[in-house]
């Protein structure tokens, strides 16, 4: 897998996390939680796509992707120092 597509992934994941979130609150809006279990609930999603978040920021790469470190497979360019797909 390259990081690009690893990069989607999270992407998507962190989106669906989000849209889970918002529509779980817009249906506990006005329920009587007397325990406090949506809020907990919501809050462990944050976490959740908090923690997804920061992996994103690690995968990211902070190259400048030189010439000397560019390859190519095929058809398809990518920095050996870093494994991003140019």
């Known amino acids: ?18 849209l889970a979130m918002e529509t779980l609150q817009e ?7 007397s325990h406090g ?9 944050q ?3 908090s923690n997804l978040e920061t992996i994103k920021k ?5 190259c400048k992707h030189p010439k000397n470190m560019r390859d190519k497979i095929g058809n398809q360019w990518y920095c050996m120092n870093c494994n991003f797909d140019l």
Not at 38 to 44: A, F, I, Q, R, V
Not at 58 to 62: C, K, S, T
Request: aromatic residues 10%; proline residues 2%; hydrophobic residues 45%.
């Open 47 to 49: 976490v959740i796509v």
């Open 58 to 62: 690690e995968l990211v790469p902070n």
């Open 37 to 45: 279990i949506s809020k907990t609930l919501l809050e462990y999603d």
């Open 27 to 33: 249906k506990w809006k006005n329920s009587d939680d």
């Open 1 to 18: 897998m390259t990081v690009q597509k690893a990069i989607k992934i999270l992407d998507w994941w962190i989106n669906q996390k989000k």
